[in-house]
């Protein structure tokens, strides 16, 4: 039904920056929310940050406030999340996840979205 594509993740030295990716195929007209999520060996998986799809709502998680930016360009299909002023802390697998609902959900909760990429590594150095 929906395939979630992330490009973008790599190695940064804290204070630098980064841009991921997300690309959706298939039934993209039915997309609600897509979201980041990061999963650090040893801890949880973790939202970062979310947006309504087709519209203008945005979640973060406290610890990346100010320093991401989640943003859609719909005509392509595909949230991008831009990261500034990483830290080592930010190191993880960064996932990308979308739902098909549009209600109203916990948009940094994982257990809200169906489909999920691969993910892509980010890892700051100090």
């Known amino acids: 039904q929906l395939q979630l594509v992330e490009s973008g993740g790599g190695s940064v030295q804290a204070g630098g920056s980064l841009r991921l990716s997300c690309a959706a195929f298939?039934?993209?007209?039915?997309?609600?929310?897509m979201g980041w999520f990061r999963q650090a060996p040893g801890k949880e998986r973790e939202g970062v940050a979310s947006?309504?799809?087709?519209?203008?709502?945005?979640y973060y998680a406290d610890s990346v406030k100010g320093r991401f930016t989640i943003s859609q360009d719909n005509a392509k299909d595909t949230v991008y999340l831009q990261m500034n002023s990483l830290k080592p802390e930010d190191t993880a697998m960064y996932y990308c996840a979308a739902v098909f609902s549009g209600a109203p959900i916990q948009a940094l909760a994982a257990y809200e979205y169906g489909f999920w990429g691969q993910g892509t590594q980010v890892t700051v150095s100090s």
């Open positions: 947006i309504k799809i087709g519209g203008i709502h945005t």
């Open positions: 298939g039934y993209t007209y039915s997309l609600g929310y």
